[in-house]
């Protein structure tokens, strides 16, 4: 496996539920990062680890709680979500967080809440 | 607000000719900005970037313009060829801050055989 990959691809569940998000990033970076892409909406910043630490929460609701358990794995677990969370959730990752790195992106998680 | 807008949707340009695609931005903080490509069950790709440093920054066909004065850059892809039809995003960040990237909305980049 290269780059960065994502599981599950597509994700059907209900408000009840709970699943989570996996990423892995194989490029040795130091840096990860959970986006949300909504229909006609640009790709809006989530989450951002750095060296496995939270340096970034942008005011997103609590029924969506990241993990990074260490700098190649993050996950993102989702509980009690609205049928307005369903949209392309996307992992990306760069060499580090502070400095001029281009970022590199999974596939993405295609989500529906029904 | 958005900080960054790439305000046509969509473009179309046929085979071997020009595309330019634009995009504004309003923070003046942003110093670097990037270009990724985007095929449908795809992640982004990155494709070409700027600092705030230079004016222009090329690689193969793709050649990235930046006007800080306007707050804007394009991208300029010649020639263009059938494979290049994909969403195109702009996207800043104030290294500074951090390696956070604010995206544009996107352009929906059609060549036509």
């Known amino acids: 496996e290269t780059g960065v ?4 691809r597509h994700l ?13 990033q194989h490029l040795g970076h130091n840096a990860m990062y959970w986006y949300k892409q909504s229909a006609k909406k640009p790709l809006e910043l989530m989450f951002v680890y750095s060296l496995e630490e939270r340096v970034e929460n942008n005011s997103v609701p609590s029924r969506f709680s ?12 989702l509980h009690t979500l609205q049928p307005e969370d369903s949209a392309l959730y996307l992992c990306a990752s760069s060499q580090d967080y502070r400095g001029l790195y281009e970022q590199y992106f999974g596939p993405g998680t295609r989500l529906t809440v029904t | ?7 046509s949707p969509s473009l179309s340009v046929q085979e071997g000719r020009i595309s330019i695609l634009n995009c ?6 942003f110093d670097y900005f990037l270009w990724y490509k985007k095929y449908p069950a795809e992640g982004p790709t990155f ?5 705030s440093i230079k004016d222009k920054n090329e690689d193969g066909r793709f050649t990235v313009f930046l006007n800080k004065s306007a707050k804007h ?3 300029h892809i010649v020639p263009s060829q059938p494979g290049d039809s994909a969403v195109y995003f702009c996207a800043a960040s104030d290294g500074n801050a951090g390696n956070m990237l604010t995206f544009g909305g996107g352009t929906r980049l059609m060549v036509k055989p």
């Not at chain 1, 990959?5 to 599950?8: G, I, L, M, V, Y």
């Not at chain 2, 494709?47 to 600092?51: D, K, N, R």
Request: charged residues 15%.
């Open chain 1, 5 to 8: 990959t994502q599981t599950p």
């Open chain 1, 12 to 24: 059907v569940m209900g408000m009840t539920n709970k699943k989570s998000l996996k990423c892995e």
């Open chain 1, 66 to 77: 990241p993990e990074c358990p260490n700098s190649s794995h993050l996950f993102l677990h």
């Open chain 2, 1 to 7: 607000d958005q900080q960054v807008k790439q305000n």
């Open chain 2, 24 to 29: 504004d931005y309003t923070n003046s903080m």
């Open chain 2, 47 to 51: 494709l070409i970037s700027i600092s």
């Open chain 2, 73 to 75: 850059l394009s991208l």
